[in-house]
């Protein structure tokens, strides 16, 4: 597992919310070869006992064409390997507004941009 220290400051707060809630996760799992692979990836946090994978998108890091096209594919995989997948954007993780966000994401619901 990756340090706390590592993970993005979106990602520290999700890490520490589910903490908080005491719900198990394992963050930052490298699936089908990780970024080696087309399709692969390195999910944020995977939810084991809900087979959900939500993945924190930082807009730097998933806005531009390319980081959108391999977005997707890595969300075809990890669909087809039995995960829902819900895309957390940065700025639904506010004070005000990251209970709202997670609670709905343990649902499976993605907030809308």
Do not use: C
């Not at 890490?15 to 692979?37: N, R, S």
Request: aromatic residues 10%.
């Amino acid at each position: 597992m990756i340090s706390f220290d590592m993970l993005s400051s979106a990602e520290q707060q999700v890490y520490k919310w589910l903490t908080l809630h005491k719900i198990p996760f394992d963050t930052q799992v490298k699936m089908f070869a990780g970024y080696t692979e087309i399709g692969g990836s390195v999910v944020d946090f995977i939810i084991p006992d809900k087979m959900l994978a939500l993945r924190i998108m930082g807009v730097y890091w998933h806005s531009s064409i390319e980081a959108q096209s391999r977005d997707r594919l890595s969300r075809e995989r990890l669909t087809e390997a039995g995960y829902h997948v819900v895309d957390i954007w940065e700025d639904q993780l506010t004070d005000d507004k990251i209970d709202y966000t997670m609670n709905n994401a343990l649902q499976g619901v993605e907030i809308p941009r």
